[in-house]
């Protein structure tokens, strides 16, 4: 019989080991992997964001833009090594997935959530004129020779981008009298 207080060899693997630990790296997860299709530009912030935000959560990485995964402190040294490892990768997702002016613009953030951040502050803003360029398509938009699921699937298309840049607040006092008017 043997030592039954003998550690296994599964109980000694280490935690990053585990897929589902926010700090595991997996061996397909190198800097150059695309996590997203479509590089972000001055006009495709939120697309873009949304995109990047399921693949990020895909690889059970959010938590290092939205701060949820924080950086440990000195005495952790494993693990902090492991973090640094994990924010160092997911910037050089990030900033694969930008138009080189705005990677250079950004390259010196000091990690994923400063980034994360920057490009947030930079690109959320609601821009009038293209609500106005896309309701516009939605009002010249016709079936002509499309099939009607063409047609629809453009018009779906075309009215959750508008939702996506003025996306109608939480209803609160007052604030459902200016949504309707609008």
Same mark, same amino acid.
């Given at each position: 019989?043997?030592?039954?207080?003998?550690?296994?060899?599964?109980?000694?693997?280490?935690?990053?080991?585990?897929?589902?630990?926010?700090?595991?790296?997996?061996?397909?997860?190198?800097?150059?992997?695309?996590?997203?299709?479509?590089?972000?530009?001055?006009?495709?912030?939120?697309?873009?964001?949304?995109?990047?935000?399921?693949?990020?959560?895909?690889?059970?990485?959010?938590?290092?833009?939205?701060?949820?995964?924080?950086?440990?402190?000195?005495?952790?040294?494993?693990?902090?090594? *492991?973090?640094?490892?994990?924010? #160092?990768? @997911?910037?050089?997702? %990030?900033? &694969?997935?930008? +138009?080189?002016?705005?990677?250079?613009?950004?390259?010196?953030?000091?990690?994923?959530?400063?980034?994360?951040?920057?490009?947030?502050?930079?690109?959320?803003?609601?821009?009038?004129? *293209?609500?106005?360029?896309?309701? #516009?398509? @939605?009002?010249?938009? %016709?079936? &002509?020779?499309? +099939?009607?699921?063409?047609?629809?699937?453009?018009?779906?298309?075309?009215?959750?981008?508008?939702?996506?840049?003025?996306?109608?607040?939480?209803?609160?006092?007052?604030?459902?009298?200016?949504?309707?008017?609008?």
């Amino acid at each position: 019989m043997g030592d039954t207080n003998k550690p296994t060899q599964l109980s000694m693997a280490s935690k990053f080991d585990n897929p589902n630990h926010p700090l595991y790296l997996h061996h397909s997860d190198q800097p150059g992997l695309v996590l997203v299709s479509q590089v972000l530009t001055e006009e495709n912030y939120n697309v873009w964001n949304h995109s990047m935000t399921v693949a990020l959560m895909v690889k059970n990485k959010y938590g290092f833009v939205d701060e949820s995964i924080l950086r440990p402190n000195e005495d952790a040294e494993d693990k902090l090594q *492991q973090w640094i490892r994990c924010n #160092n990768l @997911i910037k050089t997702w %990030i900033l &694969g997935s930008l +138009s080189k002016e705005i990677a250079a613009s950004v390259f010196y953030c000091e990690g994923a959530k400063a980034i994360w951040d920057e490009l947030y502050k930079r690109f959320s803003q609601v821009n009038n004129i *293209q609500v106005l360029h896309i309701e #516009n398509e @939605i009002h010249d938009c %016709i079936q &002509g020779t499309m +099939s009607i699921s063409s047609y629809f699937t453009r018009l779906k298309g075309l009215w959750d981008e508008k939702d996506v840049l003025f996306p109608i607040a939480a209803c609160q006092y007052g604030t459902m009298k200016e949504e309707l008017s609008y």
